[in-house]
């Protein structure tokens, strides 16, 4: 089935003689393809009377959204509605000491008001897009609840006063009761500013994409922005300007189509019924109360990368000071086996394509490329084996002894602890090839991976090592790129250790 994605920016803005029908489109206007089921989904330029009133409007309808990108624009937002809960909170303790119910000290209120504010970030009421309102309620209550029992607790175990920690709870209880105001006032400031929502396409047939786009212009609340799709999910090469997809249709994109629009828009949501709008049988209720289910993302947050940064400097330091002394030792055995440099560098491809030269002990003669032509003339068969792994498991080129020995046991890449220090990799990721074997992958496959850092293990290093062939290392480096987490670092470092001492598959 071909879906057809449209949208307007600011539905209930368009007078109703700008409005067209389907047929009525010129038909010299241009069609967006974007792969949705088993055929390429069209999204369709608006109207062209709607697009000039579109266009007119689109600077003032974006507002800050436009210029600063959807990830400032939401870190705006979070600070917006942080302010604004923390000044319910500030609100309340003044009209609670007017009344000489506070007691003396602000701190232990202060206090309280800080976990509040940590446990409503822990439920991911920052900054509210795609939540019902009663969505918002639930994850509020559970925030209180939280907080209320841990400030309660303490402030009985330091002072054994009852009446301390009811004043307390009472405190949070006003103060998110009074939350639920300050709250809309905070949105609608962030409306007026133009940094409220994302910008989206709605991904449907022509009517369908109509009413959805209207349900949430009307519905700002929620946080979506539906715009026309004149270009293709990309607003530019910048993530921050890119879309959300949401496919409001009841058949599920194939994995060809959502692979497509993972490339392409930032976020893939399919969206469930609205209390107007019956469109995938699905319901808000099976997804915590948000309005649909994302199905992909392209983004992941700045948090997570700090995190990463953080993880691979508090490994790699010390790291690099233990692997100092056999680093000394395989470079003395080295030398001894064929005298010249211990270590060479490679150039690599790293994040965003940009070129890395990776540091490794050098475990081949100088004269390698010589010996590996001399193979292959001898024997020709050896080729293929080369082709479908890039390594023989019988290598005339490796220095004997030591070589193998430090390949072995990846011992060899022990000295990539200093890129990783450097920044230039992670301790995680999909290993840096060389430019021949990143020439047998096809473009897009290596358009992905340059959208992460190059790391010294990845997921197939633990798995499959030497023995995986190209397909069977695109699919596992995809499967990590997609699903990729501190949790899920952390699992590879942690075996990493047993697949390195068992030698399995390396050579």
Request: hydrophobic fraction near 45%; proline fraction near 6%; charged fraction near 20%.
């Amino acid at each position: 089935m071909s879906l057809s994605a449209t949208a307007a920016t600011d539905v209930d803005q368009i007078p109703p003689e700008a409005a067209a029908t389907p047929g009525s489109r010129p038909a010299h206007q241009e069609s967006l393809r974007v792969t949705a089921d088993s055929a390429a989904a069209r999204i369709e330029p608006a109207p062209s009377a709607a697009r000039n009133t579109l266009a007119g409007s689109r600077a003032d309808a974006r507002g800050l959204l436009a210029s600063c990108g959807r990830t400032a624009s939401r870190r705006i937002v979070t600070l917006v509605m942080i302010a604004a809960d923390a000044s319910a909170y500030v609100i309340v303790y003044a009209v609670m000491a007017s009344l000489a119910i506070a007691g003396g000290s602000a701190l232990p209120f202060a206090l309280a008001g800080m976990a509040a504010l940590v446990f409503c970030a822990l439920e991911r009421v920052y900054p509210g897009y795609r939540l019902y309102g009663y969505e918002q309620i639930r994850r509020r209550a559970t925030a209180f609840f939280k907080a209320a029992l841990l400030a309660a607790a303490v402030a009985f175990l330091l002072t054994n006063d009852w009446r301390q920690a009811l004043v307390i709870a009472a405190f949070l209880a006003a103060g998110s009761i009074l939350q639920l105001v300050t709250h809309r006032l905070a949105r609608q400031i962030c409306r007026s500013l133009g940094v409220w929502g994302e910008r989206a396409v709605v991904i449907a047939d022509p009517a369908t994409a109509d009413r959805v786009a209207a349900h949430f212009t009307r519905n700002w609340q929620y946080g979506i922005r539906p715009e026309p799709a004149e270009l293709h999910g990309r607003a530019g090469t910048d993530i921050g300007e890119r879309r959300v997809a949401l496919i409001a249709d009841a058949g599920s994109p194939t994995a060809e189509a959502l692979a497509s629009m993972r490339r392409d828009f930032i976020e893939v949501v399919l969206l469930a019924d609205t209390p107007h709008l019956r469109l995938s049988g699905l319901q808000p209720a099976d997804f915590s109360g948000e309005i649909g289910l994302r199905l992909a993302s392209g983004e992941k947050r700045p948090t997570i990368g700090l995190a990463r940064r953080g993880l691979d400097l508090a490994i790699a330091v010390p790291a690099a000071l233990l692997a100092s002394p056999i680093i000394a030792i395989a470079g003395a055995a080295i030398y001894a086996f064929d005298p010249g440099p211990i270590f060479y560098w490679q150039k690599r491809e790293g994040l965003a394509g940009k070129p890395v030269r990776v540091l490794k002990l050098r475990t081949m003669y100088r004269d390698a490329e010589a010996r590996l032509e001399t193979l292959f003339n001898a024997e020709p068969s050896l080729r293929e084996e080369w082709l479908a792994h890039f390594k023989l498991k019988q290598d005339p080129r490796i220095l004997p002894v030591i070589g193998h020995i430090l390949r072995s046991t990846s011992c060899d890449e022990l000295p990539q602890l200093l890129n990783v220090i450097a920044g230039h990799m992670s301790l995680v990721g999909p290993r840096p090839f060389p430019e021949y074997h990143l020439l047998a992958m096809n473009a897009e496959f290596r358009h992905k991976r340059r959208s992460v850092v190059p790391g010294l293990t990845g997921l197939w290093q633990i798995s499959e090592r030497s023995n995986a062939d190209i397909d069977l290392q695109r699919q596992l480096d995809e499967f990590y790129i997609d699903n990729r987490s501190i949790w899920l670092d952390l699992h590879i470092i942690i075996s990493t250790i047993p697949a390195v001492f068992k030698r399995g598959g390396a050579y």
